[in-house]
């Protein structure tokens, strides 16, 4: 091998070996009005990231104004209601998603893998936004990255599928009958969730189900 290929081989062996970083796109953190912000937009106040719920620009009667905002914690989904005088200013902070696949759960460690940059990551349960027990081998989920000026970009939440197809391991005898004739039967999918079918639905069957409501939506054919 000449001394060039053997040069440019060892460069992209030590390319390859060199950690990958976790990369997030989107805008970095900056310092807004309070009057111009925005439903929906993400917060610092207090050492901690708020998500905004409400806003509302109050005038008084001496003239000033106070803009009322319902805040979001985004780690704990606690909530609180603050005032903010019009000259205000808050830090505003970037949420963006990156789409992982999930791996498996190792007491309250969930492991997901970036399918394009094969990272993986761990993240506790109580960081799932949603219902941590409908995750399963290969389901998608958004992994939401913030960035914040102390500590940069780390992943903070992460997010089940809204609508995702199960299969079900066994049912049993009708629950009930709706008022319009209905009939229905608890079915246990292959995860060990129980919910309710129509009567129709049978064991090895695959159906959708819509995880934030935990009901049943239609059978894959």
Known sequence: ?????????????????QPRTLSVTGKRYYKLSVGSIK???IVQLKDKAWKVLTRDHVSTGRGGAVVKMEL???????KINERFKSSDTLEILNLADEPYQYLYTEGEQIHLLNLETFEEIEMKTSQCEGTVSMLEDSMPVSVFFLTTPEHGTQPC?????????????SVIDRAGQAAKGTVYKTATLTNGARLQVPEFVNEGDKIVVDIDTMKYVKREL
């Open 72 to 78: 979001q914690d985004i780690l704990s989904n606690s």
């Open 39 to 41: 439903k929906g937009q």
């Open 157 to 169: 939440t992460f997010k089940l599928p809204s609508n995702y197809t199960y299969t079900v391991q």
């Open 1 to 17: 091998m000449s001394a060039n290929l053997l040069s440019f081989a060892r460069q992209s062996a030590l390319k390859w070996a």
